[in-house]
């Protein structure tokens, strides 16, 4: 090996350790709750030793932080570059498919995310009262903007965001009780089109947009 290569696939090394503890953890801290997840638990899901879990995360607090700030990541990232001058039809189109896609495909983030919150967000009282705050009053201005143009109906901004996150996060916080019902071990292509389609023909119908 190229002296110049060593450390650049060491860093891909670990990055992918770092995905897979990240990974592990999530499925751990849902399916056992955080007291109920080991370090040992994570890192034999992992498949490394629990020292080189310990290498990149100091503790089971800060492994549960950082699934925290991973998860809130990948939402955030889903909506980043809307603006005023933006087709409010298409934006909210985008997010609303993107936000499905992300429930179907990382259950156990929303699920982790979801009891969070339930037992009064602990670990994310800040980000709520900082970070979240200034996101979700940033787009409400844009989604204003849009509604003084005249690009959609007059609805609450706020709410309408809300509404976003609860029905897409519906799909993977109660997803057992879904497949059950519809007598499904999984969610399939059509069904993941089929939500994408009824959430955005009712929402952005609402909102006196073209579906």
């Given at each position: ?44 899901a992992a498949g490394l030793p ?162």
């Open positions: 090996m190229d002296i110049a290569e060593a450390p650049q696939k060491t860093g891909k090394i670990r990055a992918q350790n770092r995905k897979n503890i990240l990974a592990a953890a999530e499925d751990s801290f849902v399916k056992n709750g955080f007291k109920g997840t080991s370090m040992q638990s994570i890192a034999d629990k020292a080189n879990v310990l290498y990149y995360f100091k503790s089971k607090q800060a492994l549960y932080l950082a699934v925290l700030d991973e998860i809130i990541n990948r939402w955030d990232e889903t909506i980043e570059d809307m603006s005023e001058g933006d087709d409010p039809a298409e934006v909210l189109r985008a997010y609303i498919c993107a936000k499905v896609d992300l429930a179907i495909q990382y259950p156990s983030a929303s699920k982790i995310f979801a009891l969070e919150i339930i037992q009064g967000a602990p670990n994310l009282q800040e980000h709520l009262r900082t970070n979240l705050r200034t996101w979700v009053r940033e787009k409400s201005k844009i989604i204003q903007s849009w509604i003084d143009q005249g690009k959609m109906k007059a609805i609450d901004p706020e709410h309408l965001i809300f509404m976003i996150w609860s029905t897409t996060q519906h799909y993977a916080d109660f997803d057992a009780q879904i497949l059950t019902v519809t007598n499904k071990l999984e969610y399939d292509d059509d069904d993941v089109q089929r939500i994408k389609e009824l959430l955005c023909t009712v929402i952005l119908g609402g909102c006196g947009l073209n579906v």
